[in-house]
């Protein structure tokens, strides 16, 4: 039996962890930290566990070997380095950290510690981003010339940040407003496919903005521009403020293109027998969710597939943090 605590609940995601673990034969929570004790109190009792306001009690407990660190973004920082510093392995849900320098700095803890880390870019784990990344490393498309991944919802529209989640639309602790937020699943598809083909980030462009002000002036949408080191060029595009929610995404090559449009995937290139542009329906298995393939891996069962590495959400969170400062925000 696995035996983990949560460092911070305040995530919007966190209720959906918290459920996931409840049906988990082979995980317990034991406790539960947050800084606001009725919103730790809560989520302790819906986890089972015992609500604690001492972060020591949980980092000096032996028995609790991992930990899952939902807080909002910006007291990231201090809890994964103390979290490293215990030697206890950790899950932090996205994005890691607001800069690229704090990141790194998370990053070096985790390194020294040599804990495994994991974070919520759940994207990885389905059948069409599996499918590109193969296709793509394969050298089916080509050279690569072209993505483009969006990634929207209806977040600001529907007020869903109003009440009990308002702090992911404050800039000062979420790091960014909708671009950031939903860019962050995004962002990471396009440096997850395309890192090992068209090399490293070479520069970066990025625009926000924002229509309802009804979470005053943080950006509601926007969109950055990557070159990388080959010449490609990738395009992430988030919102809060699509009427419904939606992920097209687009790869193209000299020799193939991939787009994935309302969950079907079409495919041509002049390598793949069939691949002749229209829907393609041979596809890899759905994956576990990115936050199961945390404690499956810690129980050592085969999960199949890489775990993020904590260098490859630092990395995110520095080009995102790039594009916002291109945005001039």
């Known amino acids: 039996m696995l035996t983990t605590a949560f460092l911070?609940?305040?995530?919007?995601?966190?209720?959906?962890?918290?459920?996931?673990?409840?049906?988990?034969?082979?995980?317990?929570?034991?406790?539960?930290?947050?800084?606001?004790?009725?919103?730790?109190?809560?989520?302790?009792?819906?986890?089972?566990?015992?609500?604690?306001?001492?972060?020591?009690?949980?980092?000096?407990?032996?028995?609790?070997?991992?930990?899952?660190i939902c807080s909002e973004t910006n007291r990231h920082g201090d809890l994964v380095e103390r979290v490293a510093a215990a030697g206890k392995h950790m899950f932090v849900e996205k994005p890691l950290a607001v800069t690229g320098s704090e990141a790194q700095r998370m990053a070096d803890a985790i390194t020294r510690a040599g804990v495994t880390f994991q974070t919520g870019f759940a994207s990885r784990s389905t059948p069409q981003m599996q499918f590109i990344k193969r296709e793509v490393a394969a050298g089916h498309l080509g050279t690569i010339t072209r993505m483009r991944h969006c990634n929207g919802h209806s977040g600001s529209l529907g007020g869903w940040f109003d009440t009990e989640w308002r702090w992911i639309a404050d800039a000062e602790q979420a790091g960014g407003g909708g671009f950031a937020d939903l860019g962050a699943h995004s962002l990471d598809i396009i440096l997850w496919v395309l890192r090992g083909v068209c090399g490293e980030v070479k520069r970066v462009a990025g625009s926000v903005g924002h229509a309802t002000?009804?979470?005053?002036?943080?950006?509601?949408?926007?969109?950055?521009?990557?070159?990388?080191?080959?010449?490609?060029?990738?395009?992430?595009?988030?919102?809060?403020?699509?009427?419904?929610?939606?992920?097209?995404?687009?790869?193209?090559?000299?020799?193939?293109?991939?787009?994935?449009?309302?969950?079907?995937?079409?495919?041509?290139?002049?390598?793949?027998?069939?691949?002749?542009?229209?829907?393609?329906?041979?596809?890899?298995?759905q994956q576990s969710h990115a936050f199961e393939l945390f404690f499956d891996k810690l129980g050592g069962k085969p999960i199949g597939v890489d775990l993020v590495t904590v260098e490859q959400a630092a990395e995110e969170s520095r080009v995102m943090h790039e594009m916002y400062l291109a945005a001039g925000a």
Request: no cysteine; glycine share 10%; net charge negative.
């Open 8 to 68: 911070g609940v305040a995530h919007i995601h966190t209720p959906d962890f918290i459920n996931r673990l409840n049906k988990r034969e082979d995980v317990q929570v034991k406790a539960v930290y947050d800084h606001e004790a009725e919103r730790g109190q809560k989520r302790a009792e819906a986890s089972h566990a015992t609500f604690t306001p001492d972060i020591d009690s949980i980092l000096n407990d032996p028995e609790i070997t991992s930990v899952v």
């Open 213 to 285: 002000n009804r979470y005053g002036d943080i950006d509601e949408y926007g969109a950055g521009l990557i070159t990388f080191d080959s010449g490609a060029i990738a395009e992430v595009e988030a919102s809060w403020v699509d009427p419904k929610l939606h992920s097209p995404v687009e790869v193209f090559g000299t020799q193939g293109q991939i787009q994935v449009i309302g969950g079907k995937v079409f495919y041509y290139s002049e390598h793949v027998e069939g691949a002749d542009g229209g829907e393609w329906t041979d596809l890899p298995a």
